[in-house]
Nanobody, 119 residues
Framework: QVQLVESGGGLVQPGGSLRLSCAAS????????MGWYRQAPGNQRELVAR???????NYADSVKGRFAISRDNAKNTVYLQLNSLKSEDTAVYYC?????????????WGQGTQVTVSS
C-alpha cells in the first residue's frame, strides 16, 4: 500500500525557514504530480504548491516568491522549501501525490506535519 510520510515541520520564528520532505513508499508506479496542501484551524485545506513529474510547478499566490517545491523522481520524494515564513503560514502541511490513469485520477495523502511560525 502506498504511504506518504512527511517530515521537517516544527517551530520557527517569523522570517525563518524550514524544509519539508515527503517520501512515498510502497509504490510500484511513479506519480504524475506531487504537492503540498495546508490547513490552519478554522480554514479549508488549500493548495500550497504542486509539481508534475516533468517539473512544472504552481504555487498559491500567498506563497509565491517565498516557497519552492522540488522532487526527486528516483526517490519518490517531494520537498518544500519554506522561506521568509510568516505567522499566517502556521498550519498542518499535507503531502499529496497524484496518479493519472484513463478516466481516473488517484490521490494519496500523508498524515501531515505541523508548521508553527511564532516568536
Amino acid at each position: 500500500q502506498v504511504q506518504l510520510v512527511e517530515s521537517g515541520g516544527g517551530l520557527v520564528q517569523p522570517g525563518g525557514s524550514l524544509r519539508l520532505s515527503c517520501a512515498a513508499s510502497g509504490s510500484i508506479f511513479s506519480f504524475d504530480a506531487m504537492g503540498w496542501y495546508r490547513q490552519a484551524p478554522g480554514n479549508q485545506r488549500e493548495l500550497v504548491a504542486r509539481i508534475t513529474s516533468g517539473g512544472n510547478t504552481n504555487y498559491a499566490d500567498s506563497v509565491k516568491g517565498r516557497f519552492a517545491i522540488s522532487r526527486d523522481n528516483a526517490k519518490n520524494t517531494v520537498y518544500l522549501q519554506l522561506n521568509s515564513l510568516k505567522s499566517e503560514d502556521t498550519a498542518v502541511y499535507y503531502c499529496n501525490a497524484e496518479r493519472f490513469r484513463v478516466g481516473r485520477t488517484s490521490n494519496y495523502w500523508g498524515q501531515g506535519t505541523q508548521v508553527t511560525v511564532s516568536s
